[in-house]
């Protein structure tokens, strides 16, 4: 993972640490797992429409940050514009989609056995190892990512649990807990937690309403359906690059190193 606000000075620097990120793993991944599918986050995520708060607590954080985030959107736009134009590989991104939809979407549609490797630190993604044959692989740790349980039971505690990196209240919790200042969430106690995992009724509507709500957040299969459909149209277009095209790119930006290391970026 590359972290742009590090290189604000120096977006040749930015340009060629993503492209060399997706050399690595698809020479690292492309014997055992095939063809490489890069998919991206957009704009309008549809999560924010039915819980407005979502990722509300990191749009606060960037204002108070001291970084320029607009010229850091317009850099990684413009690189992610050079991925999909130029690689050899499908690229999909749907408005009102997040990388995690796609994702999930391409996963759950797929028909046949074979194995399927997801690089993402993201634990969001460890209840997609309910399909059979699905791993995942940590690019921050360099690690295996596994369930502590097993991938349904994972994903019903987390619902539980909430997400506050997105926003996500625990299920005792108001919505807007986490966005308002010196407020604090209720705490889940492990006693309620298992009256909850046996019955999601087990303490009142209100409590049953929350989980509805972390569950439309967190569960991947909740993505509505005309946005699925969109994601695997996308997935069916060819690659709009190739190696070819990777070629002139790398050579416009003098990139001496990833020209060396083309045939790293072969499908097979």
Partial sequence: MVRVDDYMDQPELVRHQ???IIRQYNERFRNEFGEM???MDHTNVWRKKFFPQYKANRKKARKQSKHDWTAIFTMMNAVREEVENYSPYRCVRIEGCEADDVIAAIIEAKNDPSPTVIVSPDKD???LQKYPNVKQFSNIQKKWVEPDVDAITDLEMKILRGDTGDGIP???SDDDVLVEDNARQTPLRKSK???LMKDPE???TNIARRIIRNRDM???SRTPAYLKQEILESYAQPAKGSINRLMTLFTKHQMKLLIESLQDFEVI
């Fill in 170 to 172: 625990n299920v005792m």
């Fill in 218 to 220: 967190i569960d991947l």
């Fill in 202 to 204: 087990a303490l009142g």
């Fill in 125 to 127: 993604f460890i209840q």
């Fill in 193 to 195: 937690m298992d009256m």
């Fill in 37 to 39: 599918v890069i998919c």
């Fill in 18 to 20: 993503i492209f060399n």
